[in-house]
C-alpha cells in the first residue's frame, strides 16, 4: 500500500485513537451528512464543511434526522462519543484534518472551485 506523505501506515492507523483523529468532510448533502454522522458513532472528530454558512447551518436538523433513522434501526446501536462540527473555513480543513472526505455537489464549476 502506497501512503502519501507524513500519512501513518495502515498498522498505524488501527492504533490511533478515533477521539483524537479528525476527519473533514467537504460537503453536507446526503452522502456528506450520511458519512458525518457515522464517522462521528465510529468516535471519530468530524469537521464537515460547506461554502455558505445558512445552509449548512439548515443541515442540523438532516444530521438529527439521520441519527434517529440509526437509532431505530441500526443494530449495533449508538456511539456518539465522537463529535460534528460545522465550518465553513476550508483553510482550517487544511490545517487540521488527518483524513478529508470530498462529498461536494457533483457540479464540475464548483468541484473546480473547491
Known sequence: MIEPSGSPSHTQASAVNRSETIVAICGHGQMGASAAVFFQRAGYQVL?????????????????????????????????????????????????????????????DAKVEF
Open 48 to 108: 464537515l464543511w460547506g461554502r455558505d454558512e445558512d445552509r449548512l447551518e439548515q443541515s442540523r436538523s438532516k444530521l438529527i434526522d439521520i441519527h434517529q433513522f440509526l437509532d431505530q434501526h441500526d443494530a449495533s446501536g449508538s456511539n456518539n462519543h465522537g463529535r460534528i462540527e460545522l465550518i465553513t473555513d476550508l483553510e482550517r480543513v487544511n490545517l487540521v484534518a488527518h483524513y478529508v472526505l470530498e462529498c461536494i455537489t457533483e457540479n464540475l
